[in-house]
Nanobody, 116 residues
Framework: QVQVVESGGGLVQAGGSLRLSCTAS????????MSWHRQTPGKEREFVAE????????NYADSVKGRFRVSRDNAKNTVYLQMDSLKPEDTAVYYCNANSNRGNYWGQGTQVTVSS
């Protein structure tokens, strides 16, 4: 059974930091490209960041470059999103995605709220 579970969301003031975690099971985590996406009410889900299977290659949306950093620990089946210098426009539900050899899977999301 595949599970993708995000955690670490919460309420933070503008300029603050949060670290999201996503732990997965049920597939070969080390073979999955992992990514983070976010969505606000009434808008489509948008790409935030992704990381290659080994962690050697990362990509970011322009809106988060220089502020967010994605990393992974394959020994722990976990991917992280370190978010610094948060802005109110970063407020969204953040979702973790696993693009694995067994399929494409989403977590349930974790709410991040940045107050001004």
């Amino acid at each position: 059974q595949v599970q993708v579970v995000e955690s670490g969301g919460g309420l933070v003031q503008a300029g603050g930091s949060l670290r999201l975690s996503c732990t997965a099971s049920g597939f070969f985590f080390s073979l999955a490209v992992m990514s983070w996406h976010r969505q606000t009410p009434g808008k489509e889900r948008e790409f935030v960041a992704e990381i290659s299977t080994s962690g050697g290659i990362t990509n970011y949306a322009d809106s988060v470059k220089g502020r967010f950093r994605v990393s992974r620990d394959n020994a722990k089946n976990t991917v992280y999103l370190q978010m610094d210098s948060l802005k109110p426009e970063d407020t969204a539900v953040y979702y973790c995605n696993a693009n694995s050899n067994r399929g494409n899977y989403w977590g349930q999301g974790t709410q991040v709220t940045v107050s001004s």
